[in-house]
Every structure is written in C-alpha cells, then in structure tokens.
C-alpha cells in the first residue's frame, strides 16, 4: 500500500500501531487500520475547510496576542492550553471557557513581551516560506467570517502581483459555505485563479466587504474616505501609506498585519517599526553558530539529529516521511519560562548567535515579530535550508531569520546599547552634577543631568522621560521613526514634545525641584497641597538643600540670550529665571560637529585595549533613541535635535569632576566650587554676568 506522505502529519510508525494495539485491546491489523483512518480524516477534514480546521504554526497566537486578535479557531491550541498545568492556574483554567482561556492566553502573553494593551500594527518580518501572507490573509478572513459589516483592505505592491499572491489566499480561507460564486443583492463573491477576485473586491452574506488595493494607485485616492477594522499590506508597502493607514483604523479601532520579506533591505518602512526597537524575545540561530562548528541545520527545525535524517532519506527514496518537516517553537513555553520552569537551550557545549523573535517598538502601537521557516512545516523548510547552506552569514540572516541591515550611516556611529546603557543603579553616586536645558516655545523644553565622575561621564536622567509627570500622565515618545525622504530623516515629533504640555516657568522650576527632592519642595509636598502658589514657588531655593546637589545649570544660549523689553529694560529668558531663584549659565556656541566629534570620542573603545568615557542610563530612552538615530539630515527641525544639542553643550562646556578637587557648596547651581564657593547672587552667573551689568 502507498502511502501519502504530509508536511505535518506523518503516517503512523510501528511502534504507535503497536501501542495503540496494547492501549485498545486490538489487534495490530486493527490498529494500523484505526490510525490510518483516525490520520484521513484529519487530512480530509484541513482539506475541506482550510479556515476552521487548517494548522496554525504557534508564533501566529503570539501576533494575536500583541493585536489582541478576539477569535481562536486553533481548536488544537486551546486544547494545550486548557492540559498544560505549566503556564496558568490549574483551577481558573478549568472554570474558564475557550474565551475566557484565550483571553488569558494573550494577556498573559502581551505583559511577557512588554505590552500593557494591545498593538495597533503589526509588522511580521521573515524569511523565505515563513507564511507571513498566510497568517495575514486567513486573519482577514476570520474577521470577515465573525463580525457583521466588518471592512476589510488587502494590499500589495501593484495589482497582478495582487491576483498572483495575495488573492488565491484570500479565497483558500474563505469559508467552504461561501465558496459558491453568489451575486445577489447582498452578497457578491466571484473569483477565478486567472483574474482574481471581480472588481478586486468581494462582499459576504452578513454585510462584510473587502477590497484589494496596491500601491501602484494614488495614496489619497485609493486610501480616500477607508475605514477599516483589518488592513492587510502584503511586502514593500511605502511608509507613508502606513501612518496614513494608522488613522484610517481609529474610526472602528481597527488593526493592521504588515509583512515584508527583507530581500530589499532596511526600507523606510521597515526603519519605522525596527529603528530603536527593544528585543523582547530573541532565539538562537542554528544556522548561525558561534563557535567555528556546523550549523546545527536538525535543531533549526527544532527536529532531532535521527528526525531530519529521515526527511532526506524519505525524499531519496521517493516515499513519505516518518518525520514532519519541522517542529515550530512552543510558544506556551515562554509563559511557564516566566514562571520558573527552564526551557529547551542551544544544545551543551554549542554557541549560537541570538537572534530577535519579538521586538518592543518605540511607539507603543507597533510591534515586530519574525517569522522563520521552521515555522511552517508545509514550506518545506528543509529545502530552504539546502538552498541556503553555503551562503554568507547576511544571507542566512535575511532568508530565514527575516533579518534587515542597516545600511544609513548615523551622526553617532559609536554608540551601542549593549556597551553604553547602563542600568540605573550602576550609575556612581559621586560625582559632580551639571544640568542643561533646551528651551523652546513650541513644544516642551527638554532638560538633561549628566554626572561628572573621575573618569566618564554619565547621563543619569531626562525630562520628560518615561515616568509620571503629575498632572500629566506618563509621556509618550519625544520622537518616534518617520519614512519620509527615503528614511533620511531624524524622525518625526512624538507625543513627549507635541503638543506642549503648556507649562510656564514656573512650572519648569516645579519640575526641577521634584526630581532633584529640593527642601523646600520636600517641605511644601508634606503638606498635600496640589500645587504651590507663584510666588512661594519663586522664593524656593536649592541652596536651602537639595538630595541631589547640582554645580552648574546651563541653558541654550541662543534661546535663553534672545532680549526683549520688559518693564522699559531688554529681559532675555536667563533673567526670567533668575527672578525664580534659579541661575542659568548660557551654553557654548559651537560648531555642531566639534560637539559630534566630543561625544564620538567620549563612546569610542576598543575591546580588550580602551573603555568608553560616556555612558547613559537605561531610563533615558529618548536620549538613546537620539543617539542611535539622528542623521542630521532635518537641521533645526529635527526631532532628535533638543537630546542631541543638550549632549553636544555638555561635552563642549568642559565640565570638570570638582568633587575630587574640593567640596562644593550644598545647594543649586553656578555657586558651587567650580565658582569659587562664594554662593553666587541671582543675575551673576559668568556665562552672561556682563550682559546685565551693560
């Protein structure tokens, strides 16, 4: 009898008829019968309805998770999830039903990565016979099939690639029911594999449409006047068509699947969903080892060594495989990982580079998640893995692991997250503290401690950073990724500068004494008040005492220096401040690149030969966005310019350790021991002394 071989199911062994014999009191005859038939109908039954009864890899209820993606047709899945004890409460678990299991499946699964609420859009990242389109289009179908009226839009780079990719998917999933080719006054569903699907578009029996762009059409027009609960863009979608993507959902708080094979590289769309991303998940790349040895192609699979033997051996016999092609990555795994139960590693003595499986966007609507090969038995992985074998290690990286270089220079080449961030509490606690500001009229200043030790320096703090500002909430992003020119950008604004909190001075000075724990803000918070009044507000004074003692403060010296008349005298910002009790030095006015330079040379090293003398708090995200990002390609409009100006001052204002010569005044700034000790007057500060006295 010949046998049919499949990606997933292989054909019953010996030793399962033989156990299946003693378990059911039959005979092996019997058995094999009963095993065969049990494996038809499985077969028969994903053949006839590919929506409700086809596999799905794993890593696709990690992307309903981040989407929180409300149906679950993995019937399979909930089943492990509802059996494995190792990953939730046995006796919530039990009571829940396949809704209530879900949900906690995707919450569960959502903190784990780093979420506290569900993404807006989603970019899968992968390689070669990943099943991206897939995992996109049988989404698409699952809305249209659950939700009245839903809208959906399916996109791709011009319309025969449309018909050729994407479409033939589209009506794989589509429920069997559905498959009648209707025109009615409701419903309207014609389709040929040659033309794809009439007028690009189809409507379902309870009121669901979908339309299929690409984007060869006018933005404005094909995308005019959409409200969607799924968009579905299939590789190389223009970034500009993404953010105008994401308002077009928030009329139906709708949700977006992007995926892209990375064969074109690090394109502007990619750098708005990748640029600064955080790993959240990363796994070992088998085909990337680390220690001089083979690539470990069976575990890349994640088969035994015996497993992927028999895959060869059955495809030169000509005969089905006692094998699937691949064994996807137990994803239920991560969530008992973070209970305490260890999960499978790289195999002992073996090193292997890591590479991303989930990665944390700036913006907090976005979320990336890579696709392997591995993840899709019915891609026949192995194939891709043969194709691939003797390829450099880029090539590996983007065919299978989905990976994107970088290929944009930055202003900052130097600076690596891995060698310059470091955790809060690695930071010294000696030290001379400086403080710089850059103030601006039509967005938020941004202000920015550094500490002066010895021999580095630190950036221990930024505002606004990622932390509670009272009255205001915790801050979005100072700047987020921007497609625009190509990706030769410094980004776009982010909710952290725009709009304007609004604040006066006076409320910057609040600020300041909040976080650096002045006394008389100490005092005055003892009390419960909500906010002080002006002018107790204005007589607070560092110098009163301070938990965090700061030498000098500067200030933009182009903003701060800028006179106008107030009260028949020219007033420049510097003596507003002053009149608050709070002392600005104006910062130098020097060439941007000689401040490049400075912090290039302060993050240089070497391995093994020279240390970095600069380095930043992990809490400062804006600042590292900054430096991992800016080209200085938009001049003063950038919206990485205000951390990169303040790290520029600093570097060229020759801020010294005055700690480790001699002990500075308690209290605020340009009074300390680097002025002499003496407890400098308002309107004295050295930077612009002069100026007031003229």
Aim: hydrophobic share 35%; with cysteine; net charge neutral.
């Amino acid at each position: 009898m010949k046998v049919a071989g499949h990606a997933r199911i292989p054909p019953p062994g010996w030793e399962m008829i033989q156990a299946e014999s003693m378990i059911s009191g039959i005979s092996v005859e019997q058995a094999a019968a009963k095993l065969f038939q049990m494996r038809n109908e499985a077969l028969a039954a994903e053949k006839a309805d590919m929506l409700r009864n086809g596999y799905e890899p794993p890593i696709w209820h990690v992307c309903d998770a981040l989407l929180g993606f409300p149906y679950c047709y993995d019937r399979t899945f909930l089943s492990a999830l509802r059996r494995r004890e190792d990953w939730t409460d046995k006796a919530a678990r039990e009571e829940w039903t396949d809704r209530l299991l879900w949900e906690e499946f995707c919450g569960q699964m959502r903190k784990l990565l780093g979420y506290e609420r569900p993404v807006k859009m989603l970019l899968i990242m992968g390689g070669n016979r990943a099943a991206k389109s897939e995992f996109a289009s049988k989404r698409c179908m699952m809305m249209l099939a659950e939700k009245e009226n839903a809208r959906v839009f399916a996109m791709h780079m011009s319309n025969p690639r449309s018909v050729r990719d994407q479409q033939p998917l589209f009506w794989k999933y589509m429920p069997p029911e559905w498959q009648m080719q209707t025109a009615s006054l409701t419903t309207y569903i014609k389709y040929k594999l040659k033309t794809g699907f009439s007028e690009s578009s189809f409507i379902t029996p309870i009121g669901g449409s979908c339309a299929f762009l690409n984007y060869m059409q006018d933005k404005d027009t094909a995308l005019q006047g959409i409200e969607a609960d799924l968009v579905a863009p299939d590789e190389l979608i223009p970034a500009d068509w993404v953010e105008d993507l994401m308002l077009r959902m928030a009329t139906r708080a709708g949700i977006g699947i992007t995926t892209f094979t990375p064969v074109n590289g690090y394109t502007p769309t990619v750098k708005l969903f990748i640029e600064s991303a955080r790993l959240a998940r990363t796994i070992p790349a088998y085909l990337c080892p680390e220690d001089g040895q083979a690539a470990d192609e069976a575990s890349a699979l994640g088969l035994s060594a015996t497993n992927y033997a028999e895959l060869w051996q059955a495809e030169d016999k000509r005969r089905a495989a006692m094998s699937p092609q691949s064994a996807p990555e137990d994803v239920i795994a991560w969530l008992a990982e973070a209970r305490g139960k260890p999960v499978k590693t790289a195999p002992a003595g073996r090193a292997f580079e890591l590479v991303p499986r989930v990665m944390r966007c700036v913006d907090p609507r976005k979320a990336v998640v890579f696709f392997n090969p591995s993840d899709n038995p019915y891609g026949n992985p192995k194939e891709v893995i043969a194709t691939i074998r003797n390829k450099a290690r880029g090539y590996i990286r983007e065919r299978f692991y989905g990976l994107a270089e970088r290929t944009i220079s930055v202003m900052i080449p130097k600076f690596s997250r891995k060698i310059h961030v470091v955790k809060a509490e690695k930071i010294p606690q000696t030290g001379t503290n400086y403080f710089f500001c850059d103030p601006a009229g039509n967005r938020n200043y941004f202000l920015s401690w550094f500490r002066k030790s010895k021999q580095n320096t630190y950036l221990y703090r930024e505002w606004p950073g990622n932390y509670q500002i009272p009255g205001i909430g915790v801050p979005g992003p100072w700047a987020i990724p921007s497609g625009r020119n190509d990706g030769r950008n410094d980004g776009a604004p982010g909710e952290g500068q725009k709009p304007s909190f609004g604040f006066g001075l006076a409320r910057y000075k609040f600020e300041i004494a909040r976080l650096e724990r002045w006394q008389d803000w100490k005092t005055w918070s003892a009390g419960g008040d909500e906010y002080p009044d002006e002018e107790e507000l204005a007589a607070w004074d560092a110098r009163g005492g301070a938990d965090e003692l700061i030498e000098e403060r500067f200030i933009d010296s182009r903003a701060a220096s800028a006179p106008r008349i107030e009260n028949d005298r020219p007033e420049t910002l510097v003596t507003f401040f002053d009149d608050l009790n709070l002392f600005f030095n104006l910062t130098p006015g020097a060439d941007v690149t000689d401040g490049v330079s400075k912090i290039n040379s302060a993050l240089d090293y070497e391995d093994g030969v020279s240390a970095p003398h600069f380095f930043i708090s992990e809490e400062c995200e804006n600042s590292i966005y900054a430096l991992e990002n800016w080209l200085n390609a938009d001049g003063d409009k950038g919206a990485c310019k205000d951390p990169m100006d303040l790290m520029r001052y600093y570097f060229m204002a020759g801020c010294e350790d005055i700690a480790k010569n001699s002990t500075p005044t308690r209290g605020g700034t340009s009074y300390g021991a680097r002025q002499g000790g003496q407890g400098w007057q308002k309107g004295q500060s050295r930077f612009h002394k002069e100026e007031r006295q003229g």
